[in-house]
C-alpha cells in the first residue's frame, strides 16, 4: 500500500530587505562625506607648509616645493587647500544646524494649530519673496564687521521660511491622522503631540532638509566669497580661493580646479549620507 504523496512545505513569504544590509549600504554612502569632513578637520596638521608662506613663483606649475603648484603669491595651494576647508564645513554646518531646528519646531506647531500655520505661511511667502543673493548683500553690508557671521546669519535668515515650509507640509497629513486626533482628544499637551506623535515621523524629511541645508550653506558662503563678503584674504577658504586665482588659471588650473573639486565632492557626498541615513519610506505593500 502506497503513502499519500506529502504536500511541499509552504515557503516562506519574502520579508523585507535585512536591516544590517541597509545599515552596510548607508555606511558606504556616507563614507566620502565623512572621510572629507576628517581630511578637512586634521588638513592643518598634514600642511607641508604654512598657509600664508610663499614657496614658489606665483602660479607655478606643480613641482616638489608645491604638490599642487602655487597660487597668486606663490603659496602652496595644496597646504591653503587643507587649511580651507574646516572653515567652511564648520559654517554650512553651523546654518543647517540652525535652519532645520528652527523650521522643524515652527513646522510641526504650524501643523497642529492650524491658526498658527496660517500665519506662518503668510509670512513664509513674504519672505521667500525675496531674492537670497540680495538679502545676503543687504545684511553682511550692513552689518558692522566683515567676516563669515554676517553671511551665515543672512543664509539662516533667509533659509527658514522656505525650509519651514518644507516640514509644515510633510507634517500636516501626520497631524490629521486618527492616533494623533486621539491623543489630542485626551488631553495630551502641546510638546507631546509634536515631540512623540509627529517628529518620530518626519525622520526621513528632516534628514533629507538638513542635507539640502547644507549644501545650500556651501553655496551660500562660496557665491558670497565671489561677491568679495564674508572670508576676507589672506584667510584660507576653498571659495576664496576660487575667487583669488581666477585669474591665473591659465597658468595653474590646480589652483581653482582643486578647491572646486573639493566644494563639489563635499555637497554630493553630504546629499548621499543623507539620502543613505534616512529611513526607509513604508508602503503598503512592504507594510503587509
Same mark, same amino acid.
Given at each position: 500500500?502506497?503513502?499519500?504523496?506529502?504536500?511541499?512545505?509552504?515557503?516562506?513569504?519574502?520579508?523585507?530587505?535585512?536591516?544590517?544590509?541597509?545599515?552596510?549600504?548607508?555606511?558606504?554612502?556616507? @563614507?566620502?562625506?565623512?572621510?572629507?569632513?576628517?581630511?578637512?578637520?586634521?588638513?592643518?596638521?598634514?600642511?607641508?607648509?604654512?598657509?600664508?608662506?610663499? %614657496?614658489?613663483?606665483? +602660479?607655478?606649475?606643480?613641482?616638489?616645493? =608645491?604638490?599642487?603648484?602655487?597660487?597668486?603669491?606663490?603659496?602652496?595651494?595644496?597646504?591653503?587647500?587643507?587649511?580651507?576647508?574646516?572653515?567652511?564645513?564648520?559654517?554650512?554646518?553651523?546654518?543647517?544646524?540652525?535652519?532645520?531646528?528652527?523650521?522643524?519646531?515652527?513646522?510641526?506647531?504650524?501643523?497642529?494649530?492650524?491658526?498658527?500655520?496660517?500665519?506662518?505661511?503668510?509670512?513664509?511667502?513674504?519672505?521667500?519673496?525675496?531674492?537670497?543673493?540680495?538679502?545676503?548683500?543687504?545684511?553682511?553690508?550692513?552689518?558692522? %564687521?566683515?567676516?563669515?557671521?554676517?553671511?551665515?546669519?543672512?543664509?539662516? %535668515?533667509?533659509?527658514?521660511?522656505? =525650509?519651514?515650509?518644507?516640514?509644515?507640509? =510633510?507634517?500636516?497629513?501626520?497631524?490629521?491622522?486618527? +492616533?494623533?486626533?486621539?491623543?489630542?482628544?485626551?488631553?495630551?499637551?502641546?510638546?507631546?503631540?509634536?515631540?512623540?506623535?509627529?517628529?518620530?515621523?518626519?525622520?526621513?524629511?528632516?534628514?533629507?532638509? *538638513?542635507?539640502?541645508? *547644507?549644501?545650500?550653506? %556651501? +553655496?551660500?558662503?562660496?557665491?558670497?566669497? *565671489?561677491?568679495?563678503?564674508?572670508?576676507?584674504?589672506?584667510?584660507?577658504?576653498?571659495?576664496?580661493?576660487?575667487?583669488?586665482?581666477?585669474?591665473?588659471?591659465?597658468?595653474?588650473?590646480?589652483?581653482?580646479?582643486?578647491?572646486?573639486?573639493?566644494?563639489?565632492?563635499? @555637497?554630493?557626498?553630504?546629499?548621499?549620507? @543623507?539620502?543613505?541615513?534616512?529611513?526607509?519610506?513604508?508602503?503598503?505593500?512592504? =507594510?503587509?
Amino acid at each position: 500500500m502506497t503513502s499519500a504523496p506529502t504536500a511541499p512545505a509552504p515557503r516562506p513569504a519574502a520579508g523585507p530587505p535585512r536591516a544590517t544590509g541597509r545599515r552596510r549600504r548607508a555606511a558606504l554612502r556616507a @563614507a566620502p562625506a565623512g572621510l572629507l569632513v576628517l581630511l578637512a578637520l586634521t588638513g592643518p596638521l598634514l600642511a607641508p607648509h604654512a598657509v600664508d608662506q610663499p %614657496v614658489t613663483a606665483p +602660479y607655478a606649475a606643480p613641482d616638489d616645493a =608645491a604638490a599642487l603648484g602655487g597660487d597668486q603669491l606663490g603659496r602652496d595651494v595644496l597646504s591653503r587647500l587643507l587649511h580651507g576647508g574646516a572653515p567652511l564645513i564648520a559654517t554650512a554646518l553651523g546654518v543647517a544646524v540652525v535652519v532645520t531646528g528652527a523650521a522643524v519646531v515652527i513646522g510641526v506647531l504650524a501643523a497642529l494649530r492650524p491658526r498658527l500655520g496660517r500665519l506662518v505661511e503668510r509670512a513664509a511667502d513674504l519672505a521667500i519673496l525675496l531674492p537670497p543673493v540680495l538679502g545676503i548683500m543687504l545684511v553682511a553690508l550692513a552689518w558692522p %564687521v566683515d567676516g563669515r557671521l554676517p553671511v551665515a546669519a543672512a543664509a539662516t %535668515v533667509l533659509g527658514i521660511p522656505y =525650509a519651514v515650509r518644507i516640514v509644515a507640509a =510633510a507634517a500636516a497629513p501626520i497631524a490629521a491622522t486618527g +492616533y494623533v486626533e486621539a491623543a489630542a482628544a485626551g488631553g495630551e499637551r502641546l510638546w507631546y503631540l509634536a515631540a512623540r506623535e509627529v517628529l518620530p515621523n518626519l525622520r526621513a524629511t528632516v534628514l533629507a532638509l *538638513f542635507g539640502l541645508r *547644507f549644501v545650500e550653506g %556651501v +553655496y551660500v558662503v562660496s557665491v558670497a566669497a *565671489f561677491l568679495q563678503l564674508g572670508p576676507q584674504p589672506p584667510e584660507a577658504d576653498w571659495a576664496l580661493m576660487i575667487r583669488e586665482n581666477a585669474a591665473g588659471i591659465m597658468l595653474n588650473p590646480w589652483a581653482v580646479a582643486a578647491p572646486c573639486l573639493a566644494i563639489g565632492l563635499l @555637497a554630493v557626498s553630504v546629499n548621499l549620507a @543623507a539620502d543613505a541615513l534616512a529611513p526607509a519610506r513604508t508602503t503598503p505593500e512592504t =507594510a503587509l
